[in-house]
């Protein structure tokens, strides 16, 4: 069973750009999450999105954004990119919507974006 | 505001001895506890969990210990392996009565267990 794909795994933008990631959940899965992952501050929650709704939004700016697609695929779009956007993208996703009832989230290797 | 502390930036342990990964929250609210573990270049894969109406949940050599009174939990690894060596996160849930895979992740603490 393949696992959680994300694309592109490595990406370099200038400040000003906007970046589009995508995440292939595990087949048969309905629920996506995404997080950002920076030095000290752990990962912190965007977004997350079951059968294309966002159930749920994080502490971001509007800047971040998402979707989900009706396979279940997801994208998250970061505009007008900063340096301090420079981080590792995480995807998860989910065969349930609770991650407490499941045990767990199942993520991707990451897209690691940086702004310069 | 961090919900999810781990004071501790890494721990190093000796080769069968036991590992014991500490995790602090503020919000009463969380009802689910998860510890994931992460190698370099991987995404966090998930460990062992507990609800917060229990106190201990046990999978093989990994033991987590749950506090409500101390908003404390705790993760033992016994015997510890040099496999084990990653960074583990601890993250919390609140349910707040509906349904969320919505975690609050703490800094991680980067395990080293030596030969």
């Known amino acids: 069973k393949a696992g959680v794909t994300q694309t592109p795994r490595y990406l370099i933008k200038t400040r000003g750009q906007q970046v589009t990631l995508s995440c292939s959940p595990i087949?048969?899965?309905?629920?996506v999450s995404w997080y950002q992952q920076t030095p000290g501050q752990g990962l912190q929650f965007l977004f997350e999105?079951?059968?294309?709704?966002?159930?749920n939004k994080g502490n971001f700016p509007g800047r971040f954004s998402g979707r989900q697609f009706s396979n279940s695929r997801s994208e998250m779009n970061v505009s007008t990119l900063e340096l301090g956007d420079s981080a590792l993208y995480l995807c998860?996703?989910?065969?349930?919507?609770?991650?407490?009832?499941?045990?767990?989230?199942?993520f991707g290797e990451g897209s690691r974006l940086t702004v310069l | 505001d961090q919900q999810v502390k781990q004071n501790s930036p890494s721990l190093s342990v000796q080769e069968g001895r036991i590992s014991i990964l500490n995790c602090d929250y503020t919000?009463?609210?969380?009802?689910?506890f998860l510890w994931y573990k992460k190698y370099p270049a991987e995404g966090p894969t998930f460990l062992i969990s507990?609800?917060?109406?229990?106190d201990k949940n046990e999978d093989g050599r990994f033991t987590v210990f749950l506090n409500k009174s101390a908003k404390h939990l705790s993760l033992h690894i016994v015997p510890s392996q040099p496999g084990d060596s990653a960074v583990y996160f601890c993250?919390?849930?609140?349910?707040?009565?509906?349904?969320?895979?919505?975690?609050?992740f703490g800094t991680g603490t980067l395990l080293a267990v030596q030969p």
């Open positions: 087949s048969g899965h309905r629920s």
């Open positions: 507990i609800s917060s109406i229990k």
């Open positions: 998860a996703s989910s065969p349930g919507v609770m991650a407490g009832i499941t045990g767990e989230l199942f």
């Open positions: 993250a919390a849930s609140a349910s707040y009565g509906g349904a969320t895979n919505k975690l609050i």
């Open positions: 999105y079951f059968s294309e709704t966002q159930r």
């Open positions: 919000n009463s609210m969380f009802d689910y």
